[in-house]
T-cell receptor
Framework: DAMVIQNPRYQVTQFGKPVTLSCSQT?????MYWYQQKSSQAPKLLFH???????NEADTPDNFQSRRPNTSFCFLDIRSPGLGDAAMYLC????????????FGNGTRLTVT | QQQVKQSPQSLIVQKGGISIINCAYENTAFDYFPWYQQFPGKGPALLIA?????SEKKEGRFTISFNKSAKQFSLHIMDSQPGDSATYFC????????????FGTGTRLQVFP
């Protein structure tokens, strides 16, 4: 009954080969996030959208881009994946506002060969 | 000032015991403190959250204790069960801006029968 759905669950790409990860949410939430989580670490925020307003974290590499064509969908594009980009990528959404919890998807595990 | 320090990094508890995870923060603007539970291969899920106008919040076997003057909060899991084995993340943000949720480094809990 996942309401934030990420596809694919596992993605293997080659060094330098562009890859796109997708996320959809059925919660009609205004805010969507992309997090990167490496093994045994906390999720690290890459960027988020408040409606169509894009907010990039200062330390997110230019190699990472995002698109949100509509309320339900959000994409993470990695233009030239490096070995250091291998991680779990988590999408989350929230209604925004006071104490709104984040709802996470189950992630996409990216492997770079 | 933006960090949330979490300890221990890992915790092993026998079934029926009490699991205690501690977090500390510096930013006095933080006033929303959620705990997320993450099972292997899954995204984090909100477990319980507290605001600093109360010193304790209990939901079933899970209790958050909050010490505003010490800027510390902790998660207590009573009667720990093997099904509680997961990674737990504390987090903090200003309640008016959960876009700025800061995660702790995580605690891997293992509960043995």
């Amino acid at each position: 009954d996942a309401m934030v759905i990420q596809n694919p669950r596992y993605q293997v790409t080659q060094f330098g080969k562009p890859v796109t990860l997708s996320c959809s949410q059925t919660l009609n939430h205004n805010v969507m996030y992309w997090y990167q989580q490496k093994s045994s670490q906390a999720p690290k925020l890459l960027f988020h959208y408040y409606d169509k307003d894009f907010n990039n974290e200062a330390d997110t590499p230019d190699n990472f881009q995002s698109r949100r064509p509509n309320t339900s969908f959000c994409f993470l594009d990695i233009r030239s994946p490096g070995l250091g980009d291998a991680a779990m990528y988590l999408c989350a959404s929230t209604a925004g506002g006071y104490n709104s919890p984040l709802h996470f998807g189950n992630g996409t595990r990216l492997t770079v060969t | 000032q933006q960090q949330v320090k979490q300890s221990p990094q890992s915790l092993i508890v026998q079934k029926g015991g009490i699991s205690i995870i501690n977090c500390a923060y510096e930013n006095t603007a933080f006033d929303y403190f959620p705990w997320y539970q993450q099972f292997p291969g899954k995204g984090p899920a909100l477990l319980i959250a507290i605001r600093p106008d109360v010193s304790e919040k209990k939901e079933g076997r899970f209790t958050i204790s909050f010490n505003k003057s010490a800027k510390q909060f902790s998660l207590h899991i009573m009667d720990s069960q093997p099904g509680d084995s997961a990674t737990y993340f504390c987090a903090a943000s200003p309640s008016y801006n959960t876009d700025k949720l800061i995660f702790g480094t995580g605690t891997r809990l293992q509960v043995f029968p």
